[in-house]
């Protein structure tokens, strides 16, 4: 049986059919939750709430783009976590959060920001995800561009990759799930990647993708055959993503020992 | 001439149920040849009927939408006045009410001795307005 994604079947409740009518503020009063600004000291937002009304308090000096993504992940413990007492703290959306009560609250939180069934008819339309699209998708929907990111990676609609880079190496990653997840990339950078300039330099990334050996982000022998296309984005001091994209399909169809193909 | 009008009326809503009985009791072979023997495409007919019933159901979701934005302006327009406390007074009502059977909270902090002043102040207004806290029971 299929399972509904929770914040997408309160979406389609209130017959959201476009990104721009996701007014966070909106709906949480719909969840008789009530959202106020306020100076916060060492959090971003928190909320508390009692029987069917809670108040979330966002700290007012953040950005507009994270300001709606705190209020989607406090909507999300209000959704999961009712009657429960939490510590917790919002934190930038990665994937595959260490605590699973915060890494409920960031899906829900990405599903009601970036819902599945209106993002996914909008990406079909692109042939190749690259930092162009994704920023057309984050100025659409109002969110970030890692948040972005990483749900349009993990859409599946192209076999992509999505790692996260900073001078003390990987922070973090994911792939599309027909991404054949033999492939683990390297914890240090390649200094042939372009990402190296970007992370260690002063470069900003590359407008367009750019072919590299596949060894250069995989340490396994089978990578040596194979091209990506790589392109780097720097997101923020010594921080910056990256998108592989693959070139040859045989890297996401199963390992050739276990398929009984004759190894190279 | 008003009776004559609401004869006709009558004789009209007569005909339209008649129309109706006729329709519920016909078995979908002989609706989906009566729509053939008109000229008309059953399946171009129900695709439209089932696009207007959707739009129908979009529009009606999109009313509490409205409705929840209506709410929560009407709620802004009424200002929260925050009452001045003592902080002795608060922080003990607050640690009594962090204890509160079916009290939600996800923060930075889960006992009241780790908050600041002003987080103290905050979340006992908060706890109050969420009827956690009553303030004239707590004075005493």
């Given at each position: 049986m299929k399972v509904v994604d929770p914040a997408e079947r309160l979406l389609k409740s209130l017959g959201v059919t476009e990104p721009r009518e996701i007014d966070l503020e909106d709906i949480a009063f719909d969840q008789g939750a009530e959202v106020r600004y306020c100076n916060l000291n060492g959090c971003e937002a928190d909320i508390l709430g009692y029987r069917d009304n809670a108040i979330i308090s966002i700290d007012q000096n953040r950005g507009h783009r994270r300001k709606r993504f705190s209020i989607a992940h406090e909507l999300g413990h209000w959704h999961y976590h009712r009657g429960k007492k939490l510590q917790c703290r919002v934190e930038e959306y990665q994937p595959n959060h260490k605590q699973l009560a915060e890494r409920k609250a960031n899906g829900y939180a990405a599903s009601l920001l970036m819902p599945h069934y209106l993002v996914k008819p909008r990406a079909r339309d692109h042939k190749k995800l690259t930092f162009n699209v994704i920023e057309q998708f984050s100025t659409e929907f109002n969110t970030s561009l890692s948040a972005t990111a990483i749900r349009l990676v993990e859409a599946d609609i192209w076999p992509c990759m999505l790692i996260c880079h900073t001078r003390q190496g990987r922070k973090w990653f994911t792939q599309a799930p027909m991404f054949h997840n033999r492939w683990f990339p390297q914890e240090e950078l390649d200094s042939q990647s372009s990402a190296f300039d970007a992370v260690f330099g002063q470069s900003e990334g590359d407008r367009f993708p750019q072919i590299i050996g596949a060894d250069a982000w995989f340490?396994?022998?089978?990578?040596?055959?194979y091209e990506v296309f790589e392109q780097a984005k720097r997101t923020g001091d010594n921080e910056a993503l990256v998108l592989l994209t693959i070139k040859d399909n045989r890297m996401i169809e199963e390992e050739p020992e276990r398929s009984g193909y004759k190894r190279w | 001439m008003t009776d004559k009008r609401s004869d006709e009326r009558r004789k009209l809503v007569s005909l339209a149920d008649a129309l109706f009985d006729d329709l519920i009791a016909a078995s979908d072979e002989d609706i989906l040849n009566e729509v053939a023997e008109a000229g008309g495409d059953a399946t171009e007919i129900s695709d439209h009927m089932r696009a207007k019933f959707e739009e129908t159901v979009i529009q009606a979701r999109k009313e509490r939408m409205k409705a929840a934005k209506a709410g929560r302006k009407a709620v802004q327009t009424t200002p929260v006045v925050a009452d001045v406390v003592d902080l002795s007074v608060a922080r003990r009502a607050l640690k009594k009410a962090l204890k509160h059977e079916g009290l939600s909270m996800a923060a930075r902090?889960?006992?009241?001795?780790?908050?600041t002043d002003e987080e103290v102040v905050r979340k006992y207004n908060d706890l109050i307005r969420l009827g956690v806290i009553d303030p004239d029971k707590d004075k005493n």
């Open positions: 340490d396994r022998t089978e990578a040596r055959q | 902090n889960e006992t009241e001795s780790d908050l």
